[in-house]
């Protein structure tokens, strides 16, 4: 699991850093608020833990701003503030939990663990079976694409493949990870398959398919999906 730590102080920052490492999270860190918002918008995170002051941007402007672009990562925020009206206005900005410094490493994991169980992404279909990124809207339940409210016409494994990569947005994944997860086992397409079925998808689904913003190649390991 990813995580993204916003945090000024070097000190926690390494704390952290090492504790959340040694208990297998991978931990992305940013220095400053604009930095760490730039990072959160990406969407690549399973959940973030956000200081509340902070260079260049507040906690609290991070946290809207970041809702307000439709990214629902989970936010846990960290302050030496512990007044109620700041946590109110932390949640009601769009954190999802509140710890104030000093704290103890146990209880933030606790609050890091309830978080990425009530967390609706992670290889999870979207709740209502619709999912939206730039102008293309999915129905999964209807195996249904439309772009700019044009209805898109998708094969039967285009859509599939597209539906695999929502629901495991973020993640990167190998030719033959696709091959097993899409095709199925007992399917016998070369690898070239899937970079067909891809260039597909981003012909009719980006905006620029030559500098896709959405299905990514990475190179030497595969493709992602980021919104």
Do not use: C
């Not at 090492?18 to 930095?35: C, H, I, K, N, P």
């Not at 730039?38 to 509340?52: H, K, P, Q, W």
């Not at 109110?88 to 710890?99: I, N, Q, R, S």
């Amino acid at each position: 699991m990813r995580i993204l730590l916003v945090e000024d102080e070097k000190g926690l920052i390494l704390t952290l850093t090492d504790r959340l490492t040694s208990e297998g999270f991978e931990v992305t860190s940013a220095s400053d608020g604009q930095t760490g918002f730039d990072l959160a918008a990406s969407g690549e995170f399973d959940l973030i833990l956000l200081d509340v002051m902070l260079p260049k941007k507040n906690g609290f402007d991070i946290a809207r701003d970041l809702r307000q672009k439709g990214i629902q990562t989970p936010i846990l925020m960290l302050t030496a503030k512990g007044e109620t009206i700041d946590k109110v206005l932390g949640l009601k900005l769009g954190a999802d939990d509140y710890l104030t410094k000093p704290f103890e490493v146990m209880e933030l994991l606790a609050r890091i663990e309830a978080l990425l169980r009530r967390s609706p992404q992670s290889s999870e279909a979207p709740a209502n079976g619709a999912f939206r990124f730039g102008d293309v809207g999915v129905d999964l339940r209807r195996a249904e694409v439309t772009k700019s409210d044009q209805r898109v016409d998708l094969s039967a494994m285009e859509f599939r493949l597209l539906q695999f990569f929502i629901e495991n947005r973020g993640t990167v994944h190998s030719r033959d990870d696709l091959l097993d997860a899409v095709w199925g086992y007992d399917s016998t397409p070369t690898t070239r398959t899937v970079d067909v079925h891809v260039a597909w998808l981003r012909q009719k689904l980006e905006e620029n398919p030559r500098h896709p913003q959405y299905i990514q190649t990475v190179h030497g390991l595969g493709y992602k999906f980021t919104v």
